[in-house]
């Protein structure tokens, strides 16, 4: 069988992850970049959940369970820890589900990049707070339903730049990323492990329940999040800012869409709207592309 | 090596001394000299110590419990709102069974805004799982210190030290800085019995339990406390032989043929006993005891020294309100089953900093071998009238 | 039944002093979860590993002839790999119990 990305696996069967579940995917793919050598810290998350009730375990690497809006700080806690006794090998990753990185947990993280503490920090972003039943987050993207903005009064709010938050803070490394594109992922977690620093990712995560679509559409799902430039994958390195992928055309945003549930109440204007909202986001991407390059030079 | 120091740097040396090796703290006043005497030794390689400039107090504890867990000795310092912010951080340390030491500047609640003394901020947090330490003066908070990671480290609860904002924290009193290789001796480096070193294995830590085994968990951590009141006697009698100098949990100034007895903690145990002396040439046979210990509650140390007493009285710099002063709430409560049971006078004095004088202390003293209690709260020294 | 990954805990002496993982999830037998099962026409599968990639229960490996095996122990019935599959070659059929 051809593999195109590491074999080892560092998260076990059995996980009680829902079927389908790009959550569980997104960690596999992480820790198959970074290998045994790491530690996870977890904050209240689908995954404080999915790696297993006590006494049992689905990921081969030690773990930390920290609250909420702490992961951040917890390790940073963790790598200096580490450092103190003269450990500067073990790769310490943060990992922590949108609600616990743009909302509650933005705090921590904004003083952890500040500091520029050597950790990898991933948010997988299933767009609302999936553990605690699908309430809305600052992650949540504008016309989408969930249990806190139900079809009546759908979220009406742009869903929060992270990544962008990440470039303001002067980050050496962040990148966006999606589960659908494995080897992207895999490759650009690669990368974060050899940088000393605060490094950045944001790994788009599919949600069969809290997307309200079939679980075999999960990575369908993702894809089309890619080709119609919903989601758009580029890295920023030392301020200069490159797109990994970007398709001849987009595909119109409604295939993306109309396989999700959550978004079934939309009419032509609400989708002319996330249209538009696409079309502005990739032309100031591609200017920040060009800005960047032309201020920084490639000497990323 | 003598140092004339303030409460503050007490604590900073005290650090320096137990090589704590991971700091994180944030600045609040009347803490802020430690975090900055601590970054001075650091830089100056007195200490060797990595120093998280965290975010926020939540943070502070948040990292302290990441650096503990990797197997590091983790300290910071507070007071206050910034106690009351990583409370759920402080739930989080003795229940992942963490020993963390922190130093709490007793100062009193906002609003209105204050940043004097008294200690609710402390108080409150008495069901954290917490062992808290009271301490009387800038010697006692040094080696406090450093006898805190001792016993943490033993139990695998944290520990906390406080004192008086101002009182404490920002007067100088001259403090014998033990010589470092003593506390080597005394303090060995921290080997923690759990850590997320990756070589050892891949457990994860504080995962899902729900009922299943909750409850026996917490059953661990009582019987910690249990122990840890042991060994809190133990070393400290340790501390005595190696250092000269030890801190009963509970330590009578003329108790022992006293008749009426007040109870008092932090620097008010100071003017106590001057206090005590007044008392005594006008005849009445008063003493004082100092209780060290809030959590674990000495419980048998207290029962013994109240054996024979004919009056009590508890002075507490604090109030749970709704209810009474939370010394005079232990100490009535652990004499409930007693045979001989004196009465208590529960007085509550300096909230917010007011001052507590010798003639206030002396006040309480005659009240309690003159009168029996009528309420459970007796303010003292308030602008009642 | 439990299997070979079950860690017997009797009372307060078998748990450590906090809440520390003593096996793994490979206790939790979801294979149980099943509604429908992916059955693999190996005479079209090109082997491209897709299905093995994108599995979210890490239930695919390959045989002696690198050809890709379900392992229903584990498998949730989730579609991914039919979806998935570039050459149509796997398909989702009711699960029979």
């Not at chain 1, 579940?21 to 959940?49: E, F, H």
């Not at chain 1, 595909?251 to 109309?258: R, T």
């Not at chain 3, 491209?48 to 095996?69: L, R």
Request: hydrophobic share 40%; charged share 25%; glycine share 8%.
């Amino acid at each position: 069988m051809k593999y195109s990305i590491p074999t080892e696996e560092f998260v076990t069967s059995g996980t009680v992850a829902c079927q389908g579940c790009g959550a569980v995917l997104a960690m596999r793919y992480a820790l198959k970049a970074l290998g045994g050598d790491t530690v996870l810290t977890i904050p209240a998350c689908c995954w404080s959940v999915i790696d297993g009730p006590f006494p049992y375990s689905s990921t081969l690497v030690p773990l930390f369970h920290t609250a909420f809006e702490t992961a951040a700080a917890a390790a940073s806690g963790i790598r200096n820890g580490f450092s103190i006794r003269g450990n500067d090998h073990t790769t310490v990753m943060a990992w922590a589900g949108d609600g616990g990185t743009v909302d509650i947990g933005i705090q921590a993280l904004s003083g952890a990049v500040e500091r520029d503490e050597d950790i990898i920090y991933v948010c997988y972003d299933n767009e609302a707070y999936m553990n605690t039943g699908i309430q809305r987050s600052g992650s949540t993207p504008w016309g989408a339903w969930t249990t806190t903005t139900p079809v009546r009064h759908f979220k009406k709010e742009e869903k929060k730049d992270m990544v962008e938050i990440m470039v303001a803070h002067g980050i050496r490394y962040t990148a966006t990323a999606c589960v659908s594109h494995a080897e992207d992922f895999v490759k650009k977690m690669q990368k974060a492990k050899q940088i000393r620093g605060t490094k950045y990712l944001q790994v788009f995560a599919s949600c069969p329940p809290g997307w309200k679509m079939k679980s075999d559409d999960s990575i369908k799902a993702l894809r089309l999040g890619v080709q119609t430039g919903i989601v758009a994958l580029y890295e920023v390195e030392n301020g200069v800012y490159k797109i990994n992928y970007r398709p001849k055309e987009f595909k119109p945003v409604e295939e993306y869409l109309k396989l999700q549930g959550r978004f079934r109440h939309l009419k032509p204007e609400d989708v002319e709207h996330i249209t538009r909202w696409r079309d502005r986001r990739w032309k100031l991407l591609e200017a920040k592309v060009a800005m960047t390059r032309e201020l920084y030079g490639t000497d990323a | 090596m003598k140092k004339v120091i303030t409460g503050n740097h007490a604590v900073s040396y005290g650090s320096m001394l137990a090589r704590a090796e991971v700091v994180a703290a944030y600045p609040i006043t009347p803490q802020t000299q430690i975090v900055e005497k601590i970054s001075e030794l650091c830089a100056d390689g007195v200490m060797d110590a990595k120093f998280i400039k965290v975010e926020s107090e939540h943070s502070a504890m948040a990292a302290c419990i990441g650096a503990s867990a990797a197997g590091a000795r983790a300290f910071t310092a507070t007071s206050a709102q910034g106690l009351a912010l990583m409370d759920e951080m402080l739930h989080w340390a003795s229940h992942a069974r963490l020993p963390v030491v922190l130093a709490n500047i007793n100062r009193a609640m906002g609003p209105p805004w204050t940043i004097w003394t008294d200690q609710n901020d402390t108080i409150s947090r008495r069901d954290t799982g917490w062992i808290q330490f009271y301490c009387e003066s800038n010697q006692e908070v040094t080696d406090s210190v450093i006898q805190a990671f001792k016993v943490a480290e033993q139990v695998e609860m944290p520990a906390m030290l406080v004192l008086d904002s101002f009182y404490l924290s920002h007067t100088s009193e001259p403090v014998d800085l033990a010589d470092i290789a003593l506390v080597d001796e005394y303090l060995p480096k921290y080997q923690a019995k759990h850590d997320l070193d990756p070589a050892k294995g891949h457990p994860a830590y504080g995962a899902l339990c729900n009922d299943e085994w909750y409850y026996e968990l917490q059953i661990k951590m009582q019987r910690a406390m249990d122990r840890a009141l042991d060994v809190i006697v133990k070393e400290d009698a340790l501390f005595g032989e190696m250092f000269g100098r030890n801190y009963p949990v509970v330590e009578g100034y003329r108790a022992d043929d006293a008749e009426y007895l007040v109870f008092v903690s932090s620097t008010v145990a100071s003017t106590a006993k001057d206090a005590v002396d007044r008392a005594r040439a006008e005849g009445i046979k008063a003493g004082s005891v100092k209780v060290r210990l809030l959590r674990p509650f000495p419980k048998p140390q207290i029962r013994a020294i109240v054996k024979g007493k004919k009056r009590l009285g508890v002075i507490d710099r604090n109030l749970s309100y709704g209810s009474e002063g939370a010394f005079y709430t232990e100490i009535k409560s652990c004499l409930y089953h007693e045979p001989q049971r004196p009465e208590i006078h529960g007085f509550i004095a300096g909230l917010g900093g007011r001052d507590v004088t010798v003639d206030t202390v002396f006040e309480m003293i005659k009240i309690t071998a003159n009168q029996s209690p009528k309420t459970d709260i007796n303010w003292q020294g308030a602008k009642l009238a | 039944m439990p299997n070979k990954h079950y860690v017997p805990l009797k009372n307060i002496d078998d748990i450590p002093t906090m809440a520390k993982t003593l096996g793994t999830m490979l206790v939790n037998e979801t294979g149980s979860w099943r509604n429908v099962r992916p059955i693999i026409r190996n005479e079209d599968c090109i082997k491209c590993g897709i299905c093995w990639k994108y599995c979210p229960d890490m239930s695919i490996t390959e045989d002696a002839e690198g050809f890709p095996v379900v392992d229903l122990t584990y498998c949730k019935g989730c579609g991914v790999c039919a979806a998935e599959c570039p050459k149509d070659c796997i398909e989702m059929v009711e699960e029979v119990r």
